[in-house]
């Protein structure tokens, strides 16, 4: 299935500015309501379903031997007809 960039950012944060944007949010889903991202003259709203399914990935890129890149990746998904994708399994995070 074709991708399409609705919206992208990447830079490097403080601990502290990565946890705001995680908490702005993390209240926006709380309220039921819609999450906007803004860059510039650049935006994208996004309506997140009461149930969208949830994926965290950790990660680490690079050669076997040797140092790489590590990240964690945090995705809500919904399909846009409304449809639910079943989930698979209880998520911890501590």
């Known amino acids: ?17 990565i946890a ?18 803004k860059r510039g003259d650049e935006s994208a709203t996004l309506e997140p379903p009461a149930r969208p ?3 965290v990935k950790a990660e680490r890129e690079g050669p076997t ?15 846009e007809d409304g449809g639910e994708k079943s989930a698979d399994g209880d998520l911890e995070i501590e």
């Open 53 to 55: 399914t949830f994926e």
């Open 1 to 17: 299935m074709p991708e399409e960039v609705l919206f992208e950012s990447e830079s490097r944060r403080s601990r502290e500015e």
């Open 20 to 37: 705001a944007y995680l908490r702005t949010v993390a209240d926006s889903l709380d309220a039921g309501n819609a999450i906007t991202l």
């Open 65 to 79: 031997e040797g140092p790489g890149e590590l990240s964690v990746e945090f995705e809500l998904e919904w399909d």
